[in-house]
């Protein structure tokens, strides 16, 4: 490979890297606020109304609603009570809270976690793909005979060992 292909690649990084700074700095945040997810940390608790159909089976309601962790209290005069809220089997009206992030952190997960069925999953792919180019990009910001590449090499090593560590320990 040329210098001119080396001068593009550290353009191609850089500009790239600046161009992603809020959005690498969205998915961070975002990643670190998702490993909370099975805790109630920076969540409040929301009031929630939701119209289902009407005489669910009360195994159901949980699915209904979306509850993980659902679990039935009670069921009396056509009411099933359950942790959090009931549901009227007469009228179909379930009242319920639930925790939620506050709205910007709530709006961040949800592009974080974006399937193929949502809009937004191409930003997931275009990030992925740039951050791939940034690994492979990488490798270019240095010319192979400076010192600092070879050390670079040793990290980039020690990263890849790592990374094998995690994946099957």
């Known amino acids: 490979m040329g210098r001119k292909t080396e001068e593009k690649m550290r353009t ?5 890297g600046f161009f992603l700074a809020g959005i690498m700095a969205m998915y961070a945040i975002s990643g670190i606020i998702l490993i909370f997810r099975d805790t109630d940390f920076l969540k409040s608790e929301v009031a929630a109304e939701k119209t289902l159909k009407p005489n669910i089976k009360a195994d159901d309601v949980g699915k209904a609603l979306k509850i993980k ?7 009396e005069g056509g009411i099933i009570h359950f942790e959090g809220g009931s549901y009227d089997s007469k009228t179909g009206v379930a009242s319920f809270t639930k925790k939620e992030l506050p709205f910007v952190l709530g709006k961040m997960a949800k592009i974080h976690k974006a399937t193929s069925s949502q809009p937004l999953f191409f930003l997931n792919i275009f990030f992925g793909a740039s951050l791939l180019f940034f690994v492979i990009s990488a490798f270019w910001m240095f010319r192979p005979s400076a010192p600092i590449f ?5 990290f980039a090593l020690g990263g890849l060992v790592l990374t094998l560590i995690l994946l099957f320990v």
Not at 12 to 16: A, C, E, F, I, K
Not at 150 to 154: C, P
């Open 12 to 16: 191609y990084h850089r500009y790239l």
């Open 69 to 75: 962790h659902f679990k039935l209290e009670k069921e």
């Open 150 to 154: 070879k050390k670079g090499l040793y």
